[in-house]
């Protein structure tokens, strides 16, 4: 069979591990220039692997293969360098999260760094690159894709038995154009995660840092909307993202280099209903109003100013990890609604019975930090047209989605 991938990032090397030693003939199209371009793939930050039941997809994941899968990636660092731990497998943890409300995330991880990444994605290319049956196609954008009879032709020009569509969330315009000619292949739109970044010094939270490294609560707040906390970093750097029309805060750490602060996000999810149905627009326009306020810099707030809604014009003893060129000291209040702001506070409150210090005043708040969840996509719309990873709507971690690729080859091997 021949199969055309778009896009070569964690959903494609999981496709292409399990298909590497079939007949198929396996073209790989990639936007970015080669693989040492800094936007290939997702895979460029932090690079935390999770084995979990309950995050990282809405898929069922078998633990067994999200664990080999985890195994793959470690095996591709070369020496095998990584931290590992689990959350909440100590039952004293998770009593006392339990008790104030939260619902604690069970889940093992193993930590590359940003540090080791591009040697990890470079060792995997390396290896695939020499098989036969696998071809790369770099500096090609796919831009339409359109079914040809029992075929998929890939910008009306080549055509392929086989199309797997792998293009993350950098790829939502090819998305976008796909779900425009056959609007059916869309299950659900309507949420999005909007919060904060949270960034203290490390010894507020050392003893859970040391315990499990990833907290992951979720918590019911008292407005009614799920509050979680999102990719904590011990020691790490918050960082921007660019999201071409706006700017957002992230978080990352490395396996060598380490800051004094963690940081760590608290995001809220909005779930909208009829007659609205436009979650990235509403994600998007926070993020521009904010970002507008900011003078195009995030904005920096002190954790009492924040709670008072008051234009924070000095910082005290928390030095923030970001670059002062990337950031802006205002009031994130002035861009986000009240009810996300309140949801914040309760959850912010809430963390602080159990770690206390979480809400010292001069703790530091960062704005906006957004998460957009891709559409829902129908894989069984299409014979020969499939989503693979975070553009399907399934996944939202390196594993699931390493794992949704990786199920696909199987699935369409045994076909
Ligand atoms: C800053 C950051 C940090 C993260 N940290 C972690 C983490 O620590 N742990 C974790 O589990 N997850 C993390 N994630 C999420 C994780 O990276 C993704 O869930 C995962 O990479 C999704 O894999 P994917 O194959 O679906 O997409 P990607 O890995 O994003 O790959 C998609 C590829 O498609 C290419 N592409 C896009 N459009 C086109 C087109 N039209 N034509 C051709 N090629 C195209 C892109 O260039 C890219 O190479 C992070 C994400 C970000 C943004």
Not at 170 to 196: M, N, R
Not at 239 to 255: A, L
């Amino acid at each position: 069979m021949k199969i055309a991938i778009i896009g070569f990032g964690a959903a494609a090397i999981g496709f292409i591990e399990k298909a590497k030693n079939t007949d198929h003939e396996i073209h790989i199209f990639e936007k970015s220039k080669d693989i040492y371009s800094s936007s290939i793939s997702g895979i460029r930050a932090d690079g935390k692997l999770f084995v979990s039941k309950d995050m990282g997809g809405d898929l069922d994941v078998d633990l067994e293969l999200q664990k080999n899968l985890v195994d793959f990636w470690i095996n591709k660092t070369g020496d095998g360098q990584h931290e590992t731990g689990s959350s909440f497998s100590n039952m004293e943890y998770y009593k006392k999260f339990y008790e104030k409300g939260f619902q604690p995330v069970i889940s093992d991880f193993y930590h590359l760094g940003t540090d080791q990444l591009k040697k990890v994605l470079y060792n995997i290319y390396e290896e695939y690159r020499n098989l036969k049956n696998v071809h790369f196609h770099f500096e090609n954008l796919i831009s339409n894709v359109e079914l040809a009879g029992n075929k998929i032709k890939l910008d009306y020009n080549e055509t392929f038995d086989k199309v797997i569509v792998a293009v993350g969330r950098s790829g939502h315009k090819l998305i976008k154009t796909i779900i425009k000619q056959y609007p059916q292949i869309v299950l659900d739109s309507s949420k999005v995660d909007i919060g904060v970044r949270f960034e203290l010094p490390d010894h507020i939270v050392e003893d859970l840092n040391k315990e499990m490294y990833e907290f992951k609560v979720r918590y019911k707040s008292k407005t009614g909307y799920m509050v979680r906390t999102f990719c904590n970093n011990p020691s790490g750097y918050v960082v921007t993202e660019n999201y071409g029309d706006f700017t957002t805060v992230n978080g990352h750490s490395k396996i060598k280099e380490k800051s004094k602060n963690t940081n760590f996000a608290i995001l809220t999810t909005v779930q909208l209903t009829e007659p609205f149905n436009d979650p990235i627009g509403y994600g998007s326009n926070i993020a521009e109003l904010s970002n507008m306020l900011g003078g195009n810099r995030v904005i920096l707030q002190t954790y009492s100013h924040f709670v008072n809604s008051k234009r924070t014009k000095n910082l005290y003893r928390v030095v923030p990890t970001l670059d002062e060129s990337k950031y802006i000291l205002g009031d994130i209040n002035l861009a986000y609604p009240r009810r996300l702001i309140e949801s914040i506070i309760d959850f912010a409150e809430n963390l602080n019975e159990v770690v206390p210090g979480i809400t010292h005043p001069d703790n530091l708040v960062y704005a906006p930090e957004i998460k957009f969840y891709t559409n829902a996509l129908n894989n069984e719309a299409f014979k020969n047209l499939k989503f693979v990873g975070d553009c399907s709507g399934f996944t939202r971690s390196i594993i699931y989605a390493t794992a949704h690729g990786y199920m696909m080859a199987e699935k369409i091997s045994g076909e």
